[in-house]
């Protein structure tokens, strides 16, 4: 009898466009035939074959990794861009820091201190200017 392994993860199974081919390597390697024919065959004179060759496989092989390459479900350009950001762009030595919030709370409670202070602060003059009896001209 027959037996055919099913992927548990179907988010990794991609759809097929054409010869068995995603749509993501479809377009990659009809970018680098349109790259590195024309420049096969212009540079083979001039170069000779097997330079032109090797200059044409180096050319597309960018292009074919771009196509083939993924690693831990990102194409080659996201994990490029992402080590690009991590290695040069972000600090290597980011310190831990905690926000304290008991110290929030304790400053929160010394600022409704010191306006509970303000305000008694001007409570008093206002009594005592009340009380004060106003004095007479004589």
């Known amino acids: 009898m027959a037996y055919v392994n099913v992927p548990k993860d179907l988010n990794r199974v991609k759809t097929k466009v054409a010869l068995n ?4 390597q479809l377009i990659c390697f ?22 032109a060759a090797l200059l044409m496989v180096l ?3 960018p ?22 950001r991590v290695r040069f762009l972000y600090p290597r030595i980011r310190p831990y820091q905690t926000e304290n919030f008991y110290r ?25 200017t009340k009380k004060q009896p106003a004095q007479k001209a004589s």
């Open 59 to 61: 050319v597309m092989l």
């Open 104 to 128: 929030l709370i304790q400053s929160e409670i010394n600022h409704r201190k010191e306006l509970r202070i303000r305000a008694d602060n001007k409570n008093r003059k206002e009594r005592k």
């Open 63 to 84: 292009l074919f990794a771009f196509a083939l390459y993924e690693k831990d479900g990102m194409p080659l350009e996201a994990f490029i861009g992402n080590y690009i």
């Open 30 to 51: 009809s970018a680098a035939g349109l790259v590195g024919v024309p420049l096969y065959l212009f540079t083979r004179q001039g170069l000779g074959n097997d330079m």
């Open 21 to 24: 081919l995603t749509r993501r």
